[in-house]
């Protein structure tokens, strides 16, 4: 996979015409020169079902008059740029309108994506249906007749369906499609059946060609979906409904599985469609240089003109980022990341049977990531396949109920001298009636107050004494062994039509309710589910608590810096290459309008100090990609600079014995 890639999307309407007639070869090639790309996505078909060739098995836009994705493909190889090819496999609107019993349909009857037909949109297709087999022969057609460099299929998944075709299915196995959990299993197949007819058709022909199928979200925990794919590319336009918390979360993943990777943003103010929209292009300097720091290459999404003209001003954008990047790429190349914690991802374990009510089911592994970053703590993010004893503490956030497997993965962890930081339900049994694992304290259930209070009993770093209020449902403990590193305050009463207090909720009785936040031989319990608050909420006490508890378990922490919170600090170690690579990036993203967050001013930091422990003998330190050494100290096992300007993002090369 190269490093520059752009993500070139063509869904163009039949209602267009002429289309392609203004595509010129030297000036796609230049567009792609100005842009510094050395990868393109074209077009094979389109969610409104066109082909952009001749096709048999497909038919070709009635606007268009000419092979455009040979063309393209042509230009493209001409100037050594790659050209995988795009296919709409789950949306294809053409079809959709000739066939609708072919359409995933909901208990009622209902489309998706557009409900009905009665309103502007794409319906998505049923892979348990005949459409799947005109899918592979338009697959084949492309790769039988075309000079591809990879395939990219969209909008594919498990889909929940209740069509005709999945209700006759589930029937003929003699099992009732009012029974959920067999009509899960009949989705679980009719994607594993997909996915496993487009690899034959694949390596059929073209053995070893790359293959991905996007859905949006690489589902942590789920390395049999991920195995699917040749290479892994991560959907995350920060403006486009991802926001700027789910890419570090995503990569931090997927970086610890061993594949090729892409972070993929978009050139958009907004998301995919949008016409005339650009972002600011400190905003896509920063986005590409957040791939470069979490292991991954970059890819750039954009839309093609309907007249085939590539846009001068999209490329001249996105020339500002890969410009960086192409410059940068020597010191990214099989990196591995370094880590001192591990996230164990909820998404990945999934949520306390006890707690199933009580939670969005993605807001605690985003907040957990948050504080991460701020506090500027190494970590990965890990399902319970990956082996704990890389890491010197594990968190297990907000829900994570330990079953018989997990526990004894853990006990071994710890006898290992690992350390577990746990909050709220995590660390109970299946049942949810004591811990699992021995946190000096003994657990009496759910606490009847909320919200309640927490008072630390060690001073925050950035507050003063106090008792702090806690939003989310709490668990209410007793001593057991274990040292209180903070106590739950209760209120007067819950807030009740009989019973309220002032504008939201009652204030503390300053009542000791027992212990809040205790420590143990096996790590730290917090009794709240801090982490999901802190992705709500934001209260500074959350993260000032969570920050205090892993400097106590880590002693020994990698990396220190005095970065600001709203900085990005990662290491990377290229171990062909006998060293580290330590990036660092500032930005601030601000809200315009409602909903988006976007990235203009680039503040430049001065004198950022670092140090970084290391068993290697550290050699040199210099800049990257300027090629300039810095002075540095390396005494007892640790290396420390300064790093004299840090600008969007700068990294560090310590080079090691």
Known sequence: MRFRQVHLDFHTSEAIVPIGDRFDKRQFQDMLKLGHVDSITVFSKCHHGWAYHPSEANEIHPGLSFDLLAAQIEAAHEINVKTPVYLSAGLDEKLARRHPEWLIRDMNDRTNWAEG????????????SPYLDILIEQIREVLLRYDVDGL?????G???CYCHNCVDTIRRKGDDPRNEEAMKSLWESTYANYTARVKETVESIKPGLPIFLNGGHIRRGRRDLAAMNTHLELESLPT??????????????VQTLGFDVLGMTGKFHTAWGEFGGYKHPNALRYETALSLANGAKCSIGDQLQPDGRMDSATYELIGTAYREVESKEAWCVNAVNVADVALLSL???????KAQEDTSRNDSDAGAVRMLLEGNILFDVIDTKHDFSNYQVLILPDYVAVNDELKDKLDLFLQQGGKVLATGWSGLDQDGTSFAIDFGVRYVGVNPYRPDFFHPLFKPASLGEASFVMYTKGQKLELAGGTELGSRKDPYFNRDVFTFCSHQHTPSSDVYGGPGMVESGSGIYLAWNVFEDYANQGSLILKETI??????????????TDLPAQGVTTLQEQKQEKRLVHHLLYASPVRRGKQIEVIEDIIPLYDVEVSIRTPQQVKNVYLAPQVQSIPFKWEEGSVSYTVPKLECHQMVVIDYE
Request: glycine fraction near 10%; charged fraction near 15%; aromatic fraction near 16%.
């Open 347 to 353: 998404e990945a374990t999934g949520v306390h049977p």
């Open 117 to 128: 037909f009665m309103q502007p949109g794409y319906h998505q297709f049923c892979m348990n």
């Open 152 to 156: 990219f299929l969209d909008i594919v």
């Open 158 to 160: 498990i889909r929940k």
């Open 240 to 253: 486009g409904g991802w926001g700027y918390d789910h890419f570090p979360l995503s990569a931090r993943y």
């Open 547 to 560: 920050l205090y508890a892993l400097n106590r378990l880590l002693p020994n922490k990698t990396l220190n």
